[in-house]
């Protein structure tokens, strides 16, 4: 990453925090190069299982005419977040799938970090672009498809107004959404 994007990816991702000098400052001479940022103001996380967020992420780089959005791995926790553009009406549903918005804050190493148990896949580019949640919802459809039929089992994920289903037994289903951002029943 070239020193001038650097700084434009660090400023941009700094001013999600409550004191963006600290915030640069814990990345470029910290003890551990990671800072608390907030969700919900600029951007927020979609926090998706790492065997389903690591094929997401490479099908979305794979895709032509598409520059992704920030992606960021912890290694620790198992899980890949994608940043999207703050939705407060949104909501996703899916197995092990978390969407972080407004009081909710993630720990993120400087946009240059790409080694280590918290590293970007895909660091911001400082210009302010993130994933397209359309994009996003299809890509998460598609790749929890093939790890449903590789693995035997539903991992599935959506975009929208949807919720999960009771069913006649008074437990709680998850809906199986399709493209459109609407549901069947499982």
């Known amino acids: 990453m070239a020193l001038t994007q650097w700084t434009r990816s660090m400023e941009w991702l700094a001013a999600a925090s409550e004191d963006p000098g600290a915030c640069k400052q ?3 001479n910290g003890d551990t190069g990671v800072a608390l940022l907030e969700a919900g103001r600029f951007w927020d996380v979609l926090v998706v299982p790492e065997q389903l967020g690591l094929r997401v992420a490479d099908l979305l780089e794979e895709l032509p005419l598409l520059d992704p959005g920030p992606c960021l791995l912890d ?3 198992r899980h890949v977040g994608f940043l999207l553009p ?3 009406q949104t ?5 092990g799938v978390r969407l972080l918005g407004a009081g909710t804050w993630i720990a993120a190493p400087a946009p240059h970090c790409r080694w280590g148990a918290l590293r970007w896949l895909v660091p911001p580019d400082g ?3 993130l994933h397209m949640p359309e994009v996003l919802e299809v890509a998460l459809q598609r790749c929890a498809g093939e ?3 590789l693995q035997g089992q539903c991992t599935t994920a959506a975009h929208g107004q949807n919720v999960p289903v009771e069913t006649p037994a008074g437990r709680l289903t998850p809906v199986r959404p399709y493209a459109s951002g609407g549901r069947v029943r499982p």
């Open 86 to 88: 703050p939705e407060p």
């Open 147 to 149: 790890l449903s039929r």
């Open 91 to 95: 909501v996703w549903i899916g197995t």
């Open 26 to 28: 814990e990345w470029q």
């Open 127 to 129: 210009t302010g672009s």
């Open 75 to 77: 290694a620790r926790r």
